[in-house]
């Protein structure tokens, strides 16, 4: 499938005048710009992200309450527990919580639903099996609770607080909670508005500290909030957030926490990945994150949990082997769902009529549809819902692109769904099956009216059109600075124009599916890599060339690379 390239629009002057004023380069510059930057001082703490500038966290919604709560439960010597969710979100602010109550004198259990039989967030049947194993009078919700109104008034009626900690989007009316620490509700979205539960679980961890040292709490005036960062981190990155505002500074302090953990759990995980010494970003969301992710998304949670809370390697070891060894039956299970959904939209797909793709089978394992529907999605590029379960409820997972808010059009097919919620990107729902087939008609109207032809073309953001001169090793060393990269701060990628081979091009890999090229310009050559270049058409003649630039290093030499993202006729 061929990319739409949208290239940002050169600003030359902008990007010369930060460039003079801040000693950097122009190339740095443009891309600085091309993340929303015209301001010398708020590049500035982009660049050295420091936690000395996170906001105070009671500028959240309600966080103060929410802290007025807890203390009194802390001076009643009243037990609570703590709802997770059962994502790596989830687990890692459950834990974070649980930790930091717990050494600060609160008596606080720890419920993670049960994925299979009690669904998704808040819901009744999860409250009321985590009420029979700790019945308490306080409930702090993690991760979910922001939709939960008809629960949350059963558990009022019960005798029973709760406290909502979570990031998702709001109903209307928002469920009657004593508070509902949500950023959603707040207008400060400089700060707050992209923060995860790991990071929220943070900021409440901050305001208990900071109210603590002036109320004499304790044990908070010498607590360390830094060492459970890594945690944070965890949580941040497996949840796909944006890296910008307080996340790039929680994320930043956090991988360095990471690689230098002494959490049990943690090490024995890395080990078990085989991950290396140091951690980088994919290394934390593609080999971390779905091993903690695994025993949630096939039943529960709980020895994700264990594994974080694990205090010695002896006992956290057997847990992360466990995790492992679940973690590739989850990925047995979603290759055989993806390879069936792939199949059964590509006998019926019609790129001219169908806007969304809705698929669903008896059975699919519901613990594994969000993977496969953003497999589904890469492939087709289309918003795609996968739906599994029973004979009488379907539960499923969404993914979208820009430009049509999934949680928004769920809201419109209201009156079709048993539940739903979820993000812009990313939502879920239950749905009786017989509802599917006007499910996928009313999504598929919405999207029409939504989204334009051209929406339907997965786009290529390319910061800037570069001579080859451009991409040297120093100048990758200083756009290094740009880093933790991800959503909302996207790693930098360029094109060059009218290029050709230098030499020939040379295929590897063991079925000869991947392309090293070397292309010039004329008067600079650079290697450059083809990942999965497969059998496709490769470039003849003069050609320009998408690029993701990057340094490769061998046998202790280090060298330019770029990693090819696409190509076209010059």
């Given at each position: 499938m061929k990319f739409?390239w949208?290239?940002a629009?050169?600003?030359p002057?902008?990007?010369g ?6 000693q ?6 443009q891309?600085?710009?091309n ?5 010398p001082?708020?590049?500035g703490n982009f660049?050295?992200p420091?936690l ?7 500028r959240?919604p309600?966080?103060a309450a ?5 203390l ?11 709802f997770?969710d ?10 974070l919580l ?7 004198g ?8 049960n994925r ?8 009744r049947?999860?409250?009321?099996n985590?009420?029979?194993?700790f ?5 702090l ?10 629960t949350i ?9 709760v ?14 909670a004593v ?8 207008g400060?979205i400089?700060?707050f ?8 679980a943070?900021k409440?961890?901050h ?7 002036e109320t004499?709490?304790?044990g908070?005036a ?7 960062l890594?945690l944070v981190?965890?949580?941040t990155?497996?949840?796909?957030v ?10 930043t ?5 990471l ?6 759990g ?11 010494e ?10 971390l994150?779905p ?11 709980e020895?994700?949990l264990?594994?974080?809370?694990a205090?010695?390697?002896a006992e956290a ?13 989850r ?7 993806t ?24 059975l699919?394992?519901?613990g ?23 004979a ?24 079709l769904l048993?539940?739903h ?5 990313a939502?879920g729902?239950?749905?009786?099956p017989d509802?599917?087939?006007q499910?996928?008609?009313r ?6 009216r939504?989204?334009?032809?051209e ?16 991409i040297?090793l ?9 880093k933790p990269?991800?959503m ?11 290029l050709?081979?230098?030499?020939p091009?040379?295929?590897?890999g063991?079925n000869?599916q991947?392309?090293?090229l070397?292309?010039?310009?004329g008067?600079?050559t ?7 270049a ?13 690029f993701?630039?990057?340094?490769n290093?061998?046998?202790?030499r ?13």
């Amino acid at each position: 499938m061929k990319f739409r390239w949208l290239p940002a629009p050169s600003q030359p002057l902008l990007a010369g005048k930060l460039a003079a004023e801040l000693q950097i380069s122009p190339l740095l510059a443009q891309c600085l710009v091309n993340r929303g930057f015209s301001e010398p001082a708020a590049i500035g703490n982009f660049l050295k992200p420091r936690l000395k500038n996170l906001a105070d966290p009671f500028r959240l919604p309600n966080m103060a309450a929410a802290v007025e709560r807890l203390l009194l439960a802390h001076r009643q010597a009243e037990p609570l527990v703590i709802f997770g969710d059962y994502d790596v979100d989830g687990v890692t602010s459950t834990t974070l919580l649980l930790e930091v109550l717990r050494r600060l004198g609160w008596s606080a259990d720890a419920y993670l639903p049960n994925r299979l039989d009690e669904g998704y967030g808040l819901s009744r049947d999860g409250v009321e099996n985590c009420l029979k194993k700790f019945p308490v009078k306080l409930l702090l919700a993690v991760d979910c609770g922001s939709t939960a109104v008809d629960t949350i008034a059963w558990l009022h009626g019960q005798g029973v607080e709760v406290i909502v900690l979570d990031h998702h989007q709001v109903s209307d009316p928002p469920p009657a909670a004593v508070a509902l620490v949500n950023p959603q509700l707040s207008g400060d979205i400089q700060n707050f508005q992209e923060l995860c539960s790991a990071g929220l679980a943070f900021k409440l961890a901050h305001a208990l500290v900071k109210r603590g040292r002036e109320t004499g709490l304790p044990g908070a005036a010498e607590f360390d909030l830094r060492p459970l960062l890594d945690l944070v981190a965890l949580g941040t990155i497996a949840d796909l957030v944006p890296l910008t505002g307080e996340n790039r500074i929680l994320v930043t302090a956090g991988l360095e926490k990471l690689n230098a953990t002494a959490r049990p759990g943690i090490i024995a995980l890395k080990a078990v990945a085989q991950s290396p010494e140091i951690l980088g970003m994919h290394d934390v969301g593609f080999q971390l994150a779905p091993r903690l992710n695994a025993s949630g998304r096939l039943e529960t949670a709980e020895q994700s949990l264990q594994l974080l809370l694990a205090t010695n390697l002896a006992e956290a070891t057997p847990l992360a082997q466990n995790l492992d060894a679940r973690n590739r039956e989850r990925q047995t299970i979603e290759r055989g769902i993806t390879d069936e959904a792939a199949g059964a939209v590509r006998a019926k797909f019609n790129p001219q009529t169908d806007f969304v793709i809705v698929e669903g089978r008896l059975l699919w394992h519901i613990g594994v549809v969000g993977i496969v529907a953003s497999r589904v999605l890469q492939e087709f590029y289309r918003p795609t819902i996968i739906l599994g379960g029973d004979a009488g409820n379907w539960r499923g997972s969404g993914r979208s692109i820009a430009g049509f808010d999934l949680a928004a059009a769920l809201r419109e097919c209201d009156d079709l769904l048993l539940r739903h919620g979820g993000h812009a990107m990313a939502a879920g729902l239950s749905i009786a099956p017989d509802r599917v087939d006007q499910f996928r008609a009313r999504l598929n109207d919405l999207a029409r009216r939504a989204l334009k032809p051209e929406d339907l073309q997965p786009p290529l953001r390319l910061d800037a059109e570069v001579g080859l001169a451009e991409i040297t090793l120093d100048s990758l060393d200083e756009l290094e600075q740009l880093k933790p990269t991800g959503m909302g701060n996207p790693a930098v990628q360029f094109c060059a124009l009218k290029l050709a081979h230098k030499k020939p091009l040379q295929r590897m890999g063991a079925n000869k599916q991947h392309v090293k090229l070397w292309v010039t310009d004329g008067a600079v050559t650079h290697e450059a890599v083809w990942w999965n270049a497969g059998d496709g058409s490769l470039p003849v003649g003069k050609f320009d060339l998408a690029f993701a630039p990057s340094v490769n290093e061998f046998n202790g030499r280090r060298n330019v690379q770029l990693k090819v993202l696409d190509c076209r006729a010059a």
